[in-house]
Structure formats: structure tokens, C-alpha cells
Nanobody, 123 residues
Framework: VQLQASGGGWTQAGGSLRLSCAASGLTVSRNIMGWFRQAPGKEREFVAAISRSGGSTYYADSVKGRFTISRDNAKNTVYLQMNSLKFEDTAVYYC?????????????????WGQGTQVTVSS
């Protein structure tokens, strides 16, 4: 299983970025797919998740209304659209897959992880 995250970069506060997570060895529509982030000196934290059906999504309060998780089953890829970025969104962003049924926010319950992509927001 490989989860290849991309799309990170640098932007000013208020800008937008779209992260992609291309999966191989698993089918995104058969897994819970999530995004997490880790800032320097901090623990990895939940950002967003999407259900197997794609009909349910869940967001951390800190990103609700600004970030949108989605997926393209044909491309076997999950996205994180990030708008109105803030300095505190600066972190390495990771995509993850969980073979379970229910949406989860605990990183320990996810089974597969990508390598991470750096997002830097200047104030």
C-alpha cells in the first residue's frame, strides 16, 4: 500500500492550496480516508476524514468551513482543499487510510500513512 501526498507549498495568509493523496494497493472508496497534520514540536492532529461512501465527512473545529475533503474514485485519489489559510495551519500534512467502518479522529486507529507534504503559511 502506498499513499502519495502532494500539493503542499508556500502561501500567504488568506491563500489556498489543494493537497492530493494518490493511493495504490488499496481502494479509497473502500476505506475511511483522513488527513492529519503535525506542526514542529506538536503532536499529530486530526484535520478531516471522509467515509467509505463519501456521503459523510468530518472536520476538526479549527478547519471547519475553510477546508474540504473529497475524493475521485476513478483516480483513486483523495483531496484536501484548503482555503483562507492561516499561519497556524503551517504543518506537515499526512493522508491516512483506515480499513474500519466508522469515521475516526484518532491517528492510532489508521492503518496506512503517506509520507507527508509540507504546507507553509506566512502571516
Amino acid at each position: 500500500v502506498q499513499l502519495q501526498a502532494s500539493g503542499g507549498g508556500w502561501t500567504q495568509a488568506g491563500g489556498s492550496l489543494r493537497l492530493s493523496c494518490a493511493a495504490s494497493g488499496l481502494t479509497v472508496s473502500r476505506n475511511i480516508m483522513g488527513w492529519f497534520r503535525q506542526a514542529p514540536g506538536k503532536e499529530r492532529e486530526f484535520v478531516a476524514a471522509i467515509s467509505r461512501s463519501g456521503g459523510s465527512t468530518y472536520y476538526a473545529d479549527s478547519v471547519k468551513g475553510r477546508f474540504t475533503i473529497s475524493r475521485d474514485n476513478a483516480k483513486n485519489t483523495v483531496y484536501l482543499q484548503m482555503n483562507s489559510l492561516k499561519f497556524e495551519d503551517t504543518a506537515v500534512y499526512y493522508c491516512a487510510a483506515d480499513v474500519g467502518i466508522y469515521l475516526k479522529t484518532d491517528a492510532r486507529e489508521y492503518d496506512y500513512w503517506g509520507q507527508g507534504t509540507q504546507v507553509t503559511v506566512s502571516s
